[in-house]
């Protein structure tokens, strides 16, 4: 079971804690998930994996992104149509796009075999079709676990709901959602949810996470079925002890507490639970390779914070659903164009992304290495100009949109500091796609 650890996650997935080099441990060469373990590294790593050993890229974070439903109680979600193949039409000159990070300028394809770069898989889909697609740390249909990548699904899964005509986006959470009324949930705005901008104490960020008693740090030993005080305690009755600190809406601050509001909004305006109504209403409309597998807390509750996994091509179904593409994955359309334009010309501002003092779209910011970001919105992390839009997870997962230019990358990796997110617009910016 995942231990106390769990709320060092976020600060470091968001930069908001800064550790010496020399205090880490070296990750283990991604080499080793092509290799396998033993059965007693194997046992090792399931009777004692916490998730420190996940935030600081320990050898254990490499075996748990391949193993994570065997940590975590998981929801299934089995492929229900035929596959829906995506053919190649290779394009080797997206391998020759260059970038700086830290560990020099090289090609993509020098980066990805670097063994300082702990990438496991890349893929860029243009069109429906694979245009490049490598896997230097893992087998190519093995399960990785997403980390907050996922939040994408939760948004997802409110849009498909407002999308029928079942939610408002401006009415509030205690609208739908009876168990927040009378807590500060009940005033929150669906879209403020949405935006990450619910003005709450449930923030990622140092000072929330150093504290065992806020509610950030309580919400996810519930999650993980940790004691607190001698007992277990409910995510739900965690985030009703959320208090107010600003005005909903006014600015970006990145909540993994606020994600899972939205998993609460979806199962009550269903009537049904998170990962039933995603497997209806997307999952199994899509001819994926493999399933999703929805990891959740003891409780039954679906995390959709992080804990999912998938294989990479399936990752990237996921974002074709955003593109023009959607038909060449799907059999029907998930992400309407109402939804597409909510994510692309999202009222938010840079004074929204950039403003408070948590900094949340700073951050993503000198990581993507571009100053074309508008905003964030929708759980995505950037909103760029030109309408493409980006999503990023610990340990260096990833996925990036273009609908205009029919673009999909995905990425999946065991390395702490995000350098790969350096390529991401040289790519979409390159020739390749004019």
Same mark, same amino acid.
């Given at each position: 079971?995942?231990?106390?650890?769990?709320?060092?996650?976020?600060?470091?997935?968001?930069?908001?804690v800064?550790?010496h080099?020399?205090?880490?441990?070296?990750?283990?060469?991604?080499?080793?998930a092509?290799?396998?373990w033993?059965?007693?590294?194997?046992?090792?790593?399931?009777?004692?994996?916490?998730?420190n050993?996940?935030?600081?890229?320990?050898p254990?974070?490499?075996?748990?992104?391949?193993?994570?439903a065997?940590?975590?109680?998981t929801?299934?979600?089995?492929?229900?149509?035929p596959?829906?193949?995506?053919?190649?039409?290779t394009?080797?000159?997206?391998?020759k796009?260059?970038?700086?990070t830290?560990?020099?300028?090289?090609?993509?394809?020098?980066?990805?075999?670097?063994p300082?770069?702990y990438?496991?898989?890349?893929?860029?889909?243009?069109?429906?079709?694979?245009?490049?697609e490598?896997?230097?740390?893992?087998a190519e249909l093995?399960?990785?676990?997403?980390?907050?990548v996922?939040?994408?699904?939760?948004?997802?899964?409110?849009?498909?709901?407002?999308?029928?005509?079942?939610?408002?986006?401006?009415?509030t959470?205690?609208?739908?959602?009876?168990?927040?009324?009378?807590?500060?949930?009940?005033?929150?705005k669906?879209?403020?949810a949405l935006?990450m901008?619910?003005?709450?104490?449930?923030?990622d960020?140092?000072?929330?996470?150093?504290?065992?008693?806020?509610?950030?740090?309580?919400l996810?030993?519930?999650?993980?079925?940790?004691?607190?005080?001698?007992?277990?305690?409910?995510?739900?009755?965690v985030?009703?002890d959320a208090?107010?600190?600003?005005?909903s809406g006014?600015?970006? #601050?990145?909540? &993994?507490?606020? !994600?899972?509001s939205?998993?609460f909004?979806? %199962? +009550?305006? *269903? @009537?049904?639970?998170? /990962?039933?109504?995603?497997?209806?209403?997307?999952w199994?409309?899509?001819?994926?390779?493999?399933p999703?597998?929805?990891?959740?807390?003891?409780?039954g509750?679906?995390?959709?914070?992080?804990p999912?996994?998938?294989?990479?091509?399936?990752?990237?179904?996921?974002?074709?659903l955003y593109?023009?593409?959607w038909s060449?994955?799907?059999?029907e359309?998930?992400?309407?164009?109402?939804?597409?334009?909510? #994510?692309?010309? &999202?009222?938010? !501002?840079k004074?929204?992304y950039?403003?408070? %003092? +948590?900094? *949340? @779209?700073?951050?993503? /910011?000198?990581r993507l290495?571009?100053?074309?970001?508008r905003?964030?919105?929708?759980?995505?992390?950037?909103?760029?100009e030109?309408?493409?839009?980006?999503?990023?997870?610990?340990?260096?997962?990833?996925?990036?949109?273009?609908?205009?230019?029919?673009?999909?990358?995905?990425?999946f990796?065991t390395?702490?500091?995000?350098q790969?997110?350096?390529?991401l617009?040289?790519?979409?910016?390159?020739?390749?796609?004019?």
């Amino acid at each position: 079971m995942l231990k106390a650890a769990i709320y060092f996650l976020v600060p470091i997935l968001l930069g908001s804690v800064q550790v010496h080099a020399q205090e880490m441990p070296k990750p283990a060469p991604v080499q080793k998930a092509l290799d396998g373990w033993s059965n007693k590294e194997a046992l090792d790593f399931l009777r004692n994996f916490n998730v420190n050993d996940l935030t600081i890229g320990a050898p254990a974070a490499l075996w748990y992104h391949r193993y994570a439903a065997q940590t975590n109680k998981t929801a299934i979600l089995v492929r229900r149509q035929p596959i829906m193949e995506m053919p190649k039409a290779t394009l080797r000159e997206i391998g020759k796009i260059t970038a700086t990070t830290e560990l020099g300028t090289m090609t993509l394809d020098e980066f990805l075999v670097h063994p300082d770069s702990y990438a496991q898989g890349f893929i860029v889909v243009h069109k429906g079709k694979i245009a490049y697609e490598t896997y230097p740390g893992m087998a190519e249909l093995d399960p990785h676990f997403w980390a907050s990548v996922a939040k994408i699904l939760a948004s997802m899964a409110v849009d498909i709901l407002i999308d029928d005509g079942r939610i408002d986006e401006n009415m509030t959470l205690g609208h739908y959602v009876p168990e927040f009324r009378g807590s500060v949930w009940e005033t929150i705005k669906v879209v403020n949810a949405l935006d990450m901008s619910a003005g709450l104490d449930v923030r990622d960020d140092a000072t929330q996470f150093a504290d065992p008693d806020s509610v950030t740090s309580r919400l996810f030993r519930a999650e993980l079925g940790e004691e607190r005080d001698g007992k277990i305690e409910y995510m739900l009755d965690v985030l009703l002890d959320a208090k107010r600190v600003e005005e909903s809406g006014k600015n970006y #601050i990145y909540s &993994s507490g606020v !994600t899972q509001s939205l998993v609460f909004l979806a %199962e +009550a305006v *269903s @009537g049904r639970p998170w /990962s039933d109504f995603f497997d209806d209403r997307v999952w199994s409309k899509i001819g994926a390779e493999g399933p999703l597998q929805v990891h959740l807390s003891p409780d039954g509750i679906a995390i959709v914070h992080g804990p999912v996994s998938s294989n990479l091509r399936d990752l990237a179904r996921v974002g074709l659903l955003y593109t023009p593409s959607w038909s060449a994955i799907s059999t029907e359309r998930i992400v309407s164009p109402s939804a597409l334009d909510r #994510i692309q010309n &999202s009222p938010r !501002t840079k004074e929204f992304y950039f403003g408070g %003092e +948590a900094g *949340s @779209g700073q951050r993503f /910011s000198k990581r993507l290495g571009d100053n074309t970001i508008r905003t964030a919105a929708r759980q995505w992390d950037a909103v760029f100009e030109d309408g493409d839009f980006f999503k990023s997870g610990l340990n260096t997962q990833g996925i990036y949109v273009s609908p205009d230019r029919d673009l999909v990358i995905a990425y999946f990796s065991t390395e702490r500091s995000q350098q790969i997110q350096k390529y991401l617009r040289p790519i979409a910016l390159s020739e390749a796609f004019d």
